[in-house]
C-alpha cells in the first residue's frame, strides 16, 4: 500500500467520537500523537502550541463540569434556532457531565500568542492576529486526530469558547498570557461512532474558475444543515 492510500485510509477512517471507555492508552502512542502535533504548519513557524495533557480524573470532571454549566445558559439560545437546524452541542439536555469526562486522556491544546511577532505584520493588522493565532492552532489539533486515527484510537475535538476559557486555564494552572481554544480527548470509542458523511467531491470542486452551476441557494445550505444533524 503506497504511503498516499495508507493517508486517505487514516483521513477516512477519523471519526469523532463522543463516547469513551475509561481503558488507558499506550504512553507510546500518545507521545506520537503530541510529537505529531508540534510537527504542525504554523504562520512564520511561530509554533505557539503547547500541551496540557490532563489524565487525572478529578481534573477531566472539573473541566467537563465547565462544559455542562455553560450549556445551561447556551441551551435556551439553540432552543431559539428551528428545531431542524438546531446543533444538539449546545443543548443542555440534562445528561449531566460530557462523555470526555471518561476519557483517558485529554490533551488541552494551548498558545502564546506572542509567538504571532515571527509572521508577517499585516498578517496580524489585516487579517486579525486571533485568527491567525486560531488556524494555528486547529492545524496542530487537526495533526493529532490524524495520529490518534493511525493509532488505533479515537479523538474527540472540544471547542472552547472565551466564556470558560479563563476557568479552564484557572483549573490547569495555565499563565494569563495563554489562550486555550481546544482540546483534543483521546481514547477508545464505548460504541462504534456513526459513519462519516461528506458532501459529494464534484459538488464543491471548481475548475479554474468558480462554476455558479455549483453555487447553493440559502434554502439548500438550511436544508443540508437539516440532513446533518439527522445523521447525527
Ligand atoms: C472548529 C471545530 C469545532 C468543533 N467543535 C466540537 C465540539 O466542541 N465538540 C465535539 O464533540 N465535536 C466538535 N467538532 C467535531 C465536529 O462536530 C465533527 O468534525 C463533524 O461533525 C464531522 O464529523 P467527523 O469528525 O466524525 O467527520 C468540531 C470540529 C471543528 C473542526
Known sequence: MSDLDTFMRIVKKRRSTRS??????????LRNILDAGHWAMSGGNGQPWEFVVVKDGETKRRIAALQSAIRKWTG????????????????????GLAPF?????????????RTLITSVVAASILTGEREVFN?????????????????????????????????????LGVPELYRLPVMV?????????????????DDIVHNEKYD????????????????IHKKR
Request: glycine letters at 8%; charged letters at 20%.
Open 76 to 95: 435556551p439560545l439553540e432552543l431559539s434556532r428551528t428545531p431542524e437546524v438546531r446543533h444538539p452541542g449546545g443543548l443542555d439536555r440534562g445528561e
Open 212 to 227: 455558479m452551476s455549483k453555487f447553493r441557494s440559502s434554502e439548500a445550505v438550511l436544508s443540508y444543515i437539516a440532513e
Open 101 to 113: 469526562a471518561v476519557a483517558p486522556v485529554v490533551i488541552a491544546v494551548l498558545g502564546d500568542p
Open 20 to 29: 469513551f471507555k475509561p481503558d488507558p492508552i499506550p504512553e507510546d502512542a
Open 185 to 201: 480527548a483521546l481514547g477508545y470509542a464505548a460504541k462504534e461512532p456513526k459513519p462519516g458523511f461528506r458532501r459529494d467531491l
Open 135 to 171: 488556524h494555528n492552532m486547529a492545524n496542530a489539533a487537526m495533526v493529532m486526530h490524524l495520529a490518534a486515527t493511525a493509532a488505533g484510537l479515537n479523538s474527540e475535538w472540544i471547542s472552547v469558547s472565551p466564556v470558560w476559557e479563563g476557568s479552564l486555564k484557572n483549573i
